[in-house]
């Protein structure tokens, strides 16, 4: 039997005080002392600089034909210190998190800033952010135990939903990541970023043919969310599902036709075919197809696409971005004109806009650049079948 612990709660205050917690005081750190190495950087003739902390923790289970194949544990924690001049990026980072570390990290950052404005550093000031996702750890949430139980689980279902089922894989992950951002404009923020998935592929197999299914969910919340009204089952039931179709399934004719793509995973080819050439970097530096076109018709007048990183507890959304900017919802084209672009702090400015809460990093140890959160086309006014129906 599973036994479902709820996930711990952060305490009063939430994000600020995790990360505080979690980050500084383990290693001796407040405020005033990166604002001390904040100030070292600022003294360069240096427009902008911050500080970037993560504490992250991850785990991955995997089971295939009933037996668990894999089960992983990692833990990763450093700083990133940039200082921006210009167009000039100076970046450092180190995996520990101590006043030494920091010092040696601000002064390489430095070193290639030294014809900015000469910019202050200013107060703190604490950014409130969304509360899009409870400040969780969700790899609390079930006992170690208990994931692996629910993975046999979800082979057994498979199996018992149909009878040609012959292979299941069926997969469990999630990470807990702590931010905290200080910079020299006065930004002081953090997050505490919950994020899991599940994972289900199955074979099929009829009269010597073999095909496969695969159905997968998950976003920001803990494990539990899976047991929930036996959620976990409607994905082992689609991944059988998808599999079953496909062994009726015929080839697709070939050559050149008209395609209708239904919502879902071809949101994928808006991400890739769109949305990166909506990002700012690409834009301010002339190499996007969208560079210079603000306001000049780019697509049908019923398109209409959006980053939106503010929906709850989606994968993509986040209460504040790796810069401390709350995120927002981007309207990049609207009824087929193009609107704006992604936006993080230095190209913002170097454009003459405003940042649009996009700014992401991979890790500590990598730049911040504009990156999508989520990012989709909004519904149109006609029925589905009526657009099936015009293709000729």
Known sequence: MLHLDLPKQAGGSEALDVARRSI?????????????VLGGVMGY???????????TREESWSLEDGIVKDGSHSIEQGVGVRALSGEKTGFAYSDEIILPALTEASNAARAIARSGSNASLQAWRASGGHRLYLPIDPLEGLSDADKVSLLERIDVEARRMDPRVTQVMASLSGSHEVVLIMASDGTLAADVRPLVRMNVSVIVEQNGRREQGYC???????????LENDRWKDLVAEAVRSAVVNLEATAA??????????PGWPGILLHEAIGHGLEGDF????????????????????CTVVDDG?????????????EGTPTQCTTLIENGVLRGYLQDKLNARLMGAQPTGNGRRESFAHMTLPRMTNTYMLAGKYDPQEIIGSVK
């Open 310 to 322: 503010t929906l709850g507890s989606r994968r993509g959304s986040l209460n504040v971005d790796d």
């Open 216 to 226: 997968g969910s998950g976003g920001r919340y803990g494990f539990g969310r899976f």
């Open 24 to 36: 500084l005081h383990p290693s001796g750190l407040d405020e005033d002392r990166i604002a001390t």
């Open 45 to 55: 003739s240096v427009d902008y600089a911050d500080l970037y902390f993560a504490l």
């Open 283 to 302: 834009n301010r530096k002339g190499t996007s197809a969208f560079s210079g076109r603000i306001g000049e018709r780019v697509a049908s007048d019923q």
């Open 253 to 262: 004719p070939a050559g050149t036709m008209t395609v209708v793509l239904g």
